[in-house]
């Protein structure tokens, strides 16, 4: 990954400057969290660590960048000397990419320098709202899709290279099989995949001479796309063409692409045609514009189809365009001694939860059935049976007794200064975590509409933590 150390606001440069030039032996620890999940979703899947960490290991300033820096005349001379000597000096925690992660969960907590905490909030937040967005929002196309293999097709239409390449490594943590991106396939190891444009087909004097040149170069990868003319009484028929000379020649005929149109009835219409033909076997891949709502439509619908090529709206997260994932402060620490901190704001729901935490999954004794999530202070031993609170400060009926549980703690820590070169899973390690982590929440909080809210707690000691800073700042009384 590149140096984006300069990616920030110009603010967390000004706060840092400042920090340095008054309290700057404190430590500070931040949270990264998110309030709303897109789409009405019921969780986000966690995804962008890796790039974090990367990111936070290549923390430095070139001579390029002070100099930049000082042109613009507002820092000082010992805050430009640290830059250009930056030593990466914290601890991350975070809850593993893949996770299904609720609102108010920290993802990610850092602890260091109030200077080095500062400075990395757009940067981190950047990417981990980008990824965990994408990754959330394919999740959502491929449990659509079921067992059917969903391509991610999508680096034509989003937000420039960098969001296509590691959209395309989020699209995998969330489900996909493959993608068309061939960097994001080379990088990540993720399978590249594809079939051909239309502008193939046009560029030969008819269909089946297209469709017999492509097999000719590619007698193993024959997936030829029907609907430049007409799909049933062109496309398929010039397919079966092409299919029976490969059949002759010891070839297994991979299958085709519907791009337009009615899909259901046009899949409907190839299987037949195929069928009848003798390739039961051949595959049908549908595009154009399919998000989880047109791919279940499809299949409530019975259309016949085998795979699925998802672009524009997933590598967009097109319905649902923003993961607002914020990165709060929750102590700082002064003389060895953790100090607290909240956010207050005019609105309630925008609370923020103090101190150093952790978030536990709650399951049924002995099971591996998750019911809640807990957010509890670092330092605290869980009870039994344990009094929570909802976590979500709008909530009603906010308190509630849980008798008996098995508590699994989610952020584990990732990175600190001493130890820079930290294991990270391959992406479809991460894609099997998760899809292991799904797999023991409620089925009812995982459907697309509406579904059923996990419940969030915090422990009694985290709220009165909360309430006794509250009633400090004389707020909310
Ligand atoms: N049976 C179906 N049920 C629900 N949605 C469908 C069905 N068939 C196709 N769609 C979806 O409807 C949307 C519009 O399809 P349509 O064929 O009109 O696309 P188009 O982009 O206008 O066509 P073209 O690609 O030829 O320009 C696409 O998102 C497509 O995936
Ligand atoms: O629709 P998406 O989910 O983004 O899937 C990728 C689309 O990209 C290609 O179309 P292309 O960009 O060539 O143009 P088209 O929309 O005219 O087919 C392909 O034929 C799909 O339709
Ligand atoms: O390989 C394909 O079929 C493909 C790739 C990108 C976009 N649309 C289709």
Known sequence: MDNLSMVTDLYEFSMANGYRQTIDEEQGVFDIFFRKVPDQGSFVISAGLEQVVKSLQNFHFDESDITYLRSLHLFKENFLDYLKTFKFDCQVSAIPEGTPVFPREPMLTIKGPLLQTQLFETLLLSILNHQSLIATKARRITYAAGKRPVMEFGARRAQGPESATYGARAAVIGGCTSTSNVLAAKKFGIPSAGTMAHAWIEAFPDELTAFEK???VYPDNASLLVDTYDVLK????????VFRKLKQAGHQPVGIRIDSGDITQLARGARKLLDDAGFPDAKITASNALDEHVIQSLLGEGAPLDNF???????????????SGVYKLAAIEQNNQLIPKIKVSASREKLTLPGLKQVYRLYYPGTKHAFADVIALQDEKLDKPIDVIKANPLATKRDHMIDDYDAVPLQEKVLDATNLKTDLPAVFDIQKHSKEMLAEIPAATQRLVNPDEFPVYITQKLANLQDELLQRDKVFK
């Open 214 to 216: 492509w097999a000719e």
């Open 234 to 241: 062109s496309g398929v028929p010039n397919a079966i063409k």
């Open 309 to 323: 090529g998802v672009g524009e709206k997933l590598i967009t997260s097109a319905s649902s365009p923003v993961l």
